[in-house]
């Protein structure tokens, strides 16, 4: 099993409407879950951060973490061409300095105009 | 603002050569990564330094090796590069745990190797 699973796409949405991206994780002891967005040709960028259970809200971008069910998910309301991107989850285990992140293989989602 | 840069953009090299592949951070991070992407394989850590002169294993070190001299550089090097190496390098840096911006891995832009 790897160690964080994201849904394969790729995913195609209609402007407007909302895109969710799910992710797995295999270790419990995971404490730290994260989500990059990285355009084509581009690095990663750190668009949600989350560490308790429930749902964190950013503008159109909300997290959500349930940890009993080992799964964090990304909901982008209102879509935008501008959404259209890799989204990649990660995950670390510690918050030591040895502690590092642990990435998906990333979801590819097209907002259609 | 954060930067992360490495030396070059696209590098073309052949097989058996010694490759260096440099990466400058501004931001006095003291947590430093190598990453390699590949289609279909995601972000698969390499290598990661965590203090000047220390370096920690990460998912896939065979055939790589690090430097960590100075704490705003740290290279990776492929020792004698071979085909199955050809692919997008990514360089990373992070503040120490307690930070305002631990959680944060400020990515440089990237280096596109291709080892014919």
């Known amino acids: 099993q790897k160690e964080v699973e994201q849904n394969s796409g790729p995913l195609s949405v209609p402007e407007g409407a909302i895109a969710s991206l799910n992710c797995t994780y295999s270790?419990?002891?995971?404490?730290?879950f994260f989500w990059y967005r990285q355009y084509s040709g581009k690095s990663p960028e750190l668009i949600m951060s989350?560490?308790?259970?429930g749902d964190k809200e950013d503008g159109r971008f909300t997290a959500q973490l349930n940890k009993a069910s080992q799964y964090v998910s990304l909901l982008i309301r209102d879509s935008q061409p501008s959404d259209s991107a890799t989204y990649l989850c990660?995950?670390?285990?510690?918050?030591?300095?040895?502690?590092?992140?642990?990435f998906g293989e990333g979801t590819q989602l097209t907002v259609n105009p | 603002d954060v930067k992360v840069t490495q030396s070059s953009r696209y590098l073309v090299k052949r097989t058996g050569e010694k490759v260096f592949l440099e990466c400058v951070q501004d931001?006095?991070?003291?947590?430093m990564f190598w990453y390699r992407q590949d289609p279909g394989l995601g972000l698969r850590l390499i290598y990661f330094?965590?203090?000047?002169?220390?370096?920690e294993k990460g998912d896939i070190p065979e055939g790589y090796s690090v430097s960590r001299e100075k704490k705003e550089r740290f290279s990776l090097i492929l020792e004698s590069a071979s085909t199955n190496q050809t692919s997008m390098y990514l360089c990373?840096?992070?503040?120490?745990?307690?930070?305002?911006?631990?959680?944060?891995?400020?990515f440089g832009p990237g280096t596109r190797l291709t080892v014919l």
């Open positions: 330094s965590y203090d000047v002169k220390m370096k």
């Open positions: 989350i560490y308790s259970n």
């Open positions: 270790d419990r002891g995971s404490q730290s």
């Open positions: 931001m006095d991070h003291e947590n």
């Open positions: 990660a995950v670390r285990v510690g918050e030591t300095s040895g502690s590092r992140l642990t």
């Open positions: 990373a840096s992070s503040p120490p745990p307690g930070s305002v911006a631990y959680n944060e891995q400020f």
